[in-house]
């Protein structure tokens, strides 16, 4: 992996000068008040990781039985908790059902088409329990693993926590992935069951996930059983006997308890495929008890979560941000999370306004690529609703440039809501540096200072420290209870993609630096990984799968500044033969694309070329490329091309352009 070249594609913010103190009103209120206080936590979380994460745990989860130590091991193999035992699912809803939030809201929901559902905490408890005795009737337990692919209904979370209840580990693949991305990961997670929907609705379209299940399962031999919850009425759906069932035909007369199933600290909650920079998705896989521990952490940290708060986080369940602020996070921590189906422009761009004004939503958190579309469709959308009900807003999932944090601030948030530009991982589990919102001052585009107990730094290539404001890899240098316990099934891509580039040191992929005040600047990754919209995805998978059409000989796939999604895919694609491309191709080869991984993975560009720049080693030249896609003049060394040629023809334009 070439650490060397920086995607160079986000707007410097050396010169951001706005600072933005937290409003007193909040301040004062807030979970973590003071400087002295955070001092205080992360002088004793660097001298005793045990000792301050293990008071928490003891403070903050139920226990089974309780842990004999609190940490075990260096990084990368250490272990949290051990001995103890837990379920997750007691942490997100048995131990509120003693307390006055049994008839709190748990779960508001409101699909695409309008309609609305709200559980309670009882409400959830019951249908989780109900699952719970359909999945042990299936035949599914501790030790197995069950793929959700589902829309943004309330039966995933019920699914998800009643996998957790029976001590199943969960695989949740995003709903926009095709029929193999869902066979692959099925295949290596060896998963026994599906969990789908008929469809759900995205932008007033069906979404036919159980058909991409089906298509799926001529080449994923270990799933056993298909679940399928009705959720848009689709009249065609082709039910196989003996393996697909109803959800509402399997609930009907379930008994409405389930004792959880305690599972060991370390036992795998849930594996999450994400891309690394190979072709093949890596299934990060996370514990029970320091996930659930980080999740609810910094749900309260980050968040400054109280009771009374409608809290909203706008992804989708099928990435690490949903997991761990939609479900985890929020329930664990006994408040009313908030989950929308559908798209922000349906039926129109004032969706996600209007439902902020309907609900009293105080705290709201999406992406700064939606935050770009956003204002892209204009401030009349926002100014139609009353948005007074807002105290704190959130971003996640890239580098936000200034200009879309200070729309944030000023018209979303009216100038009175902190913003806590959270910087983290799939990996990671939950937020690692993020304003504390009530005693950091923020400035658009830095997401600030580590949380307590993380322990951040840049450093060089060597592993040394770097200065202030010099540019380096982002690490951390101190084990944390929610990070990646490894890759499924691939002890040794955990160990190299994270821990040899620098021993001792995780290395998170991507670049930052910190400034004079201590306040980390994340510049985006220094890998093969691709960030569209938010979402992850290698270069290499694209480029595997455009190889994968008859025409194509060859393909070289890198990232290039897009307005909207942040980063936007630009294939350089050479055809077998020298025949001409026909017209038609371009459009052929988007959706041979988007038929093997999924609409995120759609090219936004194709350029049809005779050959693609490579060194005299035979690697593909990606930074020439990215400066090619960019339109930017080509910088720094081309000696090692091995055609030059080649490159002059890229550059003069005489490539045949899609
Ligand atoms: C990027 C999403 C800058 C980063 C939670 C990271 C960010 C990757 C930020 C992880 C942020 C996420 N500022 N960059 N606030 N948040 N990233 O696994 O490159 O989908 O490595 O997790 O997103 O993406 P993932």
């Known amino acids: 992996m070439s650490t060397s070249e920086s995607h160079g594609n986000i707007e410097s913010h050396l010169h951001e000068t706005r600072h933005f103190a937290p409003p007193e009103e909040f301040a004062r209120q807030a979970n973590i008040g003071s400087e002295e206080q955070y001092q205080a936590m992360c002088t004793r979380a660097a001298e005793d990781p045990a000792g301050f994460w293990g008071e928490i745990a003891l403070d903050n989860l139920t226990w089974s039985k309780p842990f004999d130590s609190a940490m075990q091991g260096d990084m990368p193999d250490t272990k949290w908790f051990v001995g103890g035992e837990i379920n997750a699912s007691v942490q997100c809803l048995d131990r509120h059902l003693t307390t006055w939030r049994k008839n709190k809201a748990a779960i508001i929901w409101e699909g695409e088409p309008g309609d609305k559902r709200v559980l309670t905490y009882q409400e959830l408890h019951r249908q989780v329990c109900k699952f719970s005795n359909v999945l042990k009737q299936l035949g599914v337990g501790k030790g197995d693993r069950v793929t959700l692919y589902m829309p943004m209904i309330p039966e995933l979370a019920i699914a998800m ?143 400054d979560i109280k009771e009374e708060d409608t809290y909203w986080c706008t992804a989708d369940i099928g990435w690490i941000t949903g997991h761990s602020y939609i479900v985890y996070g929020p329930l664990a921590n006994g408040a009313t999370t908030l989950m929308y189906e559908g798209a922000p422009n349906w039926p129109d761009e004032g969706r996600f306004w209007s439902i902020v004004e309907a609900y009293k939503v105080n705290t709201f958190y999406t992406a700064p690529t939606a935050i770009r579309a956003f204002i892209k469709w204009g401030d009349q959308w926002p100014k139609q609703h009353d948005l007074s009900s807002l105290r704190l807003l959130g971003t996640v999932g890239e580098p936000i440039n200034p200009q879309a944090w200070m729309w944030y601030h000023e018209v979303i948030g009216d100038e009175k809501c902190p913003i806590v530009d959270t910087w983290w991982q799939t990996e990671t589990g939950g937020h690692m540096l993020a304003p504390l919102p009530g005693i950091q001052t923020t400035t658009p585009g830095s997401c600030t200072r580590p949380l307590p107990g993380v322990v951040a730094d840049v450093v060089d290539e060597q592993g040394n420290s770097l200065g202030p404001n010099e540019g380096g890899l982002l690490v951390i240098k101190q084990p944390w209870p929610h990070m990646l316990r490894t890759l499924w099934n691939d002890h040794d891509r955990f160990l190299d993609t994270y821990f040899s580039k620098l021993p001792g040191m995780y290395f998170a992929g991507d670049g930052a630096r910190k400034d004079e005040d201590g306040n980390f600047w994340v510049m985006g990754r220094v890998d093969d990984v691709l960030n569209v919209s938010g979402h992850r995805l290698s270069t290499m998978e694209v480029e595997s799968a455009l190889v994968s059409h008859d025409d194509v000989a060859e393909a070289a796939v890198v990232g290039f500044p897009h307005e909207l999604k942040g980063e936007g895919i630009c294939c350089f694609v050479t055809l077998k033969g020298d025949a001409a491309a026909p017209a038609a191709l371009e459009d052929e080869l988007k959706k041979h694309v988007r038929s093997q991984i999924g609409a995120i993975a759609t090219p936004d560009q194709i350029r049809f070329t005779v050959a693609v720049p490579k060194t005299r080693s035979g690697k593909i030249m990606r930074r020439l490329l990215r400066d090619i896609a960019a339109g930017r003049e080509t910088v720094g060394d081309t000696t090692t091309l091995e055609d030059y040629s080649v490159l002059m023809k890229l550059r003069g334009g005489e490539e045949k352009e899609g």
């Open 161 to 303: 926590l009643a996998c957790a209840r029976v001590g199943a580990t969960h695989s949740i693949i995003f709903g926009g992935f095709s029929a193999d991305a869902v066979a692959e990961r099925n295949n290596d997670a060896q998963a026994k069951l599906v969990i789908t929907a008929d469809g759900g609705w995205r932008r007033g379209s069906e979404i036919l996930l159980k058909k991409a299940v089906d298509e799926s399962l001529d080449k994923s031999p270990t799933i056993e059983k298909v679940v399928v919850v009705k959720r848009i009425n689709y009249p065609h759906v082709k039910m196989v006997p003996d393996r697909d069932y109803w959800w509402h035909d399997l609930m009907e007369g379930q008994p409405g308890e389930f004792e959880a199933e305690p599972v060991d600290s370390e036992h795998p909650l849930f594996i999450l495929y994400t891309s690394g920079s190979t072709g093949k998705p890596k299934g990060v896989q996370h514990s029970t008890a320091g996930y659930m521990l980080g999740a609810m952490m910094t749900t309260k940290w980050t968040f």
